[in-house]
């Protein structure tokens, strides 16, 4: 009896806690293309939204030209951003964890934050 007992809580919790993670990985948000760096070097800054504890960097300097930016990331999933999308512009998307196939960039060198989202682009 005990043991149904506890494994009747413990399924609620994992179940809860699951759920709590879709809903977070589904929140729309808006974003800003900060910077289109070469080879699809691509930073963005978190307009409106909440990706995570931890997710963007708070403050991060691009070394090349010195500039400060607040809340960005590195894109994670270059192949999968529309190319229509132009530094400058701002867009929705959601964070989007699904397996994809590998995506093949040149090795060209631009600076980005240390932390990367993989995202999905949403009208």
Known sequence: MRFLFLLSILSTLVLSNSDCQSKKATEKMKGKLEIAGICSNYTIRVL???PGTNAVEE???DETTGKKYADVFR???PCDFPATIKQ???????IDSTSRPPCTVCLAYYPTPAKKLPIKVIP
């Open 59 to 61: 403050n991060w300097t």
């Open 75 to 77: 894109l994670e999933n």
């Open 48 to 50: 409106e939204g909440n």
């Open 88 to 94: 400058g512009d701002e867009f929705y998307f959601v």
